[in-house]
């Protein structure tokens, strides 16, 4: 079974950035989309980013293109995102989750299609 940590949330005024981490184990298999998804209080969970591993494409929602960046390291199976020009409306709860995935990605999955994810990491977006 994949198990999935996310870290490297927190509180950071508007203007700054963040750098989440996703480690995932209990897979060694290079066929994987590995998303991050977010939820803020009162909302859907929503996909802000996702990257497939085996082409490197990526994903990004409109409101997060141009400030945030996901990337993979497979040797480590670490996926990131970094997240820079923060706004308070990107705060949330962050989740990384993972799906068996060996296409290109054209466009967002929806929630259901991933079949693992993590805790979540806690990002607070002061203004």
């Known amino acids: 079974e994949v198990q999935l940590v996310e870290s490297g949330g927190g509180l950071v005024r508007a203007g700054g950035s963040l750098r989440l981490a996703c480690a995932a184990s209990g897979t060694n298999r290079a066929d994987r989309a590995i998303g991050w998804f977010r939820q803020a209080p009162g909302k859907e969970r929503e996909e802000v980013s996702c990257?497939?591993?085996?082409?490197?494409?990526?994903y990004y929602a409109d409101s997060v293109k141009g400030r945030f960046t996901i990337s993979s390291d497979n040797a480590k199976n670490m996926v990131y995102l970094q997240m820079n020009s923060l706004k308070a409306e990107d705060t949330g709860v962050y989740y990384c989750?993972?799906?068996?995935?060996?296409?290109?990605?054209?466009?967002?999955?929806?929630?259901?299609?991933?079949?693992?994810w993590g805790q979540g990491t806690q990002v607070t977006v002061s203004s």
């Open positions: 990257i497939g591993s085996s082409d490197g494409s990526t």
């Open positions: 989750a993972f799906r068996y995935f060996a296409g290109t990605i054209v466009a967002p999955f929806r929630n259901y299609e991933f079949e693992y």
